[in-house]
Each structure stands twice: as C-alpha cells, then as structure tokens.
C-alpha cells in the first residue's frame, strides 16, 4: 500500500491528543472503499440463524412511536445492543465491554477515548458504540467552553478513528498471527437518533506502530461509512 505523510509527525504530546484532531487530520489518515485484505485474528463467530440484532432494531422501531426524547431514544439502543450481544455470547465467546476506555498511542503517550458499549471476541475488540454526547464531555475537558455539536451522517469524528486504531492495537495484542491489516467497528447514532452509522475500518498495523512511535509517513485507514436507519 502508498504512504502517506502522518498528519501527527511532530506534534505536541497535548495536539496528539485525538480530542484535538482537526478533519484535515482524519482526511489525512482515512481513504474511502472496501479492502480485501482479511483480519490476521480469528474469524468472528457466526450469529445465530434468528440474530437477536435483527429482533432488537424490530423493538427499537416499536419504541421510536412512543419515545420522544434523544437520550432515552439512545438508552434503548445502548440497552438493546447490549441484550443482543449477550445472547450472541451465551455459547459463542463473544463478551460485552461497558467500563474502562480504549487506549491509543500516539507520539508515546496513551490518550483515552470516550465510548458507551464494546464488544469482544476472544478478548479481542470488534466495535465500539459512542455518540456525540460521550465524545463532547471528554473534549470538554481540554475545551471548557466547547458548545455541543449534534452528530451528522457524513463527518467522520477524529475519536471514531481513534477507536478503530486503538481496536486494532488490541487485536494485535490478542492475535497470534504475523502483523497485517486489522478489522474494526464504531457505531453511532445520527443526531435524530433516527439512524445507525456504521464505520468500518482497515487498519494496517504499521499504521499502529507510526503513530505510536511518531514516523513521518505511514500507511492509510481504509474506511467504510454505512447508514441504516431503524
């Protein structure tokens, strides 16, 4: 794969932090499209034949009548996903993740990213579920006087890439195959609670290691974007 110049080479241990990471630095480290490439770790385990994902979006279209509220439209969703990943891994080692924060190294700090809900494999991270919320309390604590901005459907948020390298990181740590390009998820809601974005991520490991390390240039995040609605 190209190289491309690493949007973070040189930067301040507090302008690494992905809190502060602009949209040219996301363009800068993301390429749009598919990838080939399989994920070294083992495979995900298959859902059931009657997925409880699919009876969990059914209930979410009953409540959305009824619900009114953003935050209680998203407490389903947080309950609901949580519901179904635990019946998922009843007999299929698949763990669902709700405390601690996912790590991610860049210029050799470690910087937290805010997330609500993950989901493991084997130990081994798969997705992450966050929104616009979780991510405006952490910036604020670098920006006090941050105002709030309302998820869109388009923008992909520097803290949403930060959690598929962060995946990815783990992955590695938890793989007993030789580096290679590494699959992650983060789910979010849109800003009328309507929808579900679904951000894929191709993540080379080499990827991982530039940033940790502070390379000049590294290989991109090939990055998928798909929008469903309930």
Same mark, same amino acid.
């Given at each position: 794969?190209?190289?491309?110049?690493?949007?973070?080479?040189?930067?301040?241990?507090?302008?690494?932090?992905?809190?502060?990471? *602009?949209?040219?630095?996301?363009?800068?480290? +993301?390429?749009?499209? %598919?990838?080939?490439?399989?994920?070294?770790?083992?495979?995900?385990?298959?859902?059931?034949?009657?997925?409880?994902?699919?009876?969990?979006?059914?209930?979410l279209q009953i409540m959305d009548r009824h619900t009114h509220s953003e935050r209680a439209? #998203?407490?389903?969703?947080? $309950?609901?996903?949580?519901?179904?990943?635990?019946?998922?891994?009843?007999?299929?080692?698949?763990?669902?993740?709700?405390?601690?924060?996912?790590?991610?190294?860049?210029?050799?700090?470690? #910087?937290?990213?805010?997330?609500?809900?993950?989901?493991?494999?084997?130990?081994?991270?798969? #997705?992450?579920?966050? $929104?616009?919320?979780?991510?405006?309390?952490?910036?604020?604590? =670098?920006?006090? $006087?941050l105002e709030h901005v309302a998820q869109d459907e388009?923008?992909?948020? !520097? #803290?949403? +890439?930060?959690?598929?390298?962060?995946?990815?990181?783990?992955?590695?740590?938890? *793989?007993?195959?030789?580096?290679?390009?590494?699959?992650?998820?983060?789910?979010?809601?849109?800003?009328?609670?309507?929808?579900?974005?679904? %951000?894929? !991520?191709?993540?080379?490991?080499?990827?991982? +290691?530039?940033?940790?390390?502070?390379?000049?240039? =590294?290989?991109?995040?090939?990055?998928?974007?798909?929008?469903?609605?309930?």
């Amino acid at each position: 794969m190209h190289l491309v110049n690493n949007p973070l080479y040189k930067r301040s241990l507090e302008e690494s932090d992905p809190a502060l990471w *602009s949209p040219n630095d996301v363009e800068a480290l +993301v390429i749009p499209g %598919l990838s080939s490439y399989q994920s070294p770790r083992r495979r995900v385990p298959d859902f059931p034949h009657r997925r409880p994902v699919e009876r969990c979006l059914e209930k979410l279209q009953i409540m959305d009548r009824h619900t009114h509220s953003e935050r209680a439209m #998203f407490s389903k969703i947080f $309950d609901l996903i949580e519901y179904a990943m635990q019946r998922v891994g009843r007999d299929r080692q698949v763990s669902v993740v709700n405390d601690g924060s996912p790590k991610i190294e860049v210029n050799g700090e470690s #910087f937290s990213i805010p997330f609500h809900l993950g989901c493991t494999v084997n130990d081994s991270p798969i #997705f992450h579920l966050i $929104d616009s919320f979780a991510r405006y309390e952490e910036r604020r604590q =670098l920006v006090p $006087d941050l105002e709030h901005v309302a998820q869109d459907e388009v923008s992909t948020d !520097g #803290f949403d +890439v930060a959690a598929l390298i962060a995946q990815a990181a783990n992955q590695k740590e938890w *793989s007993s195959g030789p580096d290679g390009i590494y699959k992650a998820h983060v789910l979010y809601p849109t800003s009328t609670y309507k929808k579900l974005v679904l %951000l894929t !991520g191709w993540v080379p490991y080499k990827t991982v +290691v530039a940033l940790r390390e502070g390379h000049e240039t =590294l290989e991109p995040i090939t990055l998928s974007h798909h929008c469903r609605p309930y």
